[in-house]
């Protein structure tokens, strides 16, 4: 069936539910879960004196494992991506690095028409299954 899932979450309510969904999912038929999170790059500042800190992987970290925590992830294994990028291109390019069988997203920003939301452009580039799940 399934050996290897690729989740996307900015560790949101919403999010957590599609991350718990693929978690759920994982354990059942014993695949392997990427868990991407992304955030957009930061404009450079005019002086090009920005800063860059591990602060978001380490916010991430903590996350993943409060987040695995509560869903009782024991015997799911689990791969964290942390990435500065666009969450969209950030998902599909882990899927398509790890080989991803399927690929799983919340479904909000679905019910408005908006141009690029993300489970919209993962839902139309990807080259794998997408499960879209009822988070709203």
Request: one cysteine or more; aromatic letters at 2%; hydrophobic letters at 45%.
């Amino acid at each position: 069936m399934f050996r290897t899932i690729v989740v996307g979450t900015n560790w949101s309510d919403t999010a957590e539910v599609a991350f718990a969904k693929a978690v759920e999912l994982g354990r059942v038929v014993g695949a392997r879960v990427h868990v991407v999170s992304a955030n957009e790059p930061a404009p450079t500042p005019v002086s090009g004196r920005g800063s860059r800190s591990a602060q978001p992987d380490f916010q991430a970290d903590v996350a993943l494992e409060a987040a695995l925590e509560r869903l009782d992830g024991a015997g799911v294994e689990v791969e964290q991506h942390v990435l500065t990028a666009d969450p969209a291109d950030a998902i599909l390019a882990v899927a398509e690095q790890c080989g991803a069988d399927l690929i799983v997203v919340g479904n909000r920003g679905m019910q408005r028409r908006v141009l690029g939301s993300i489970p919209n452009t993962v839902s139309h580039r990807a080259r794998c299954d997408v499960l879209i799940v009822q988070t709203t």
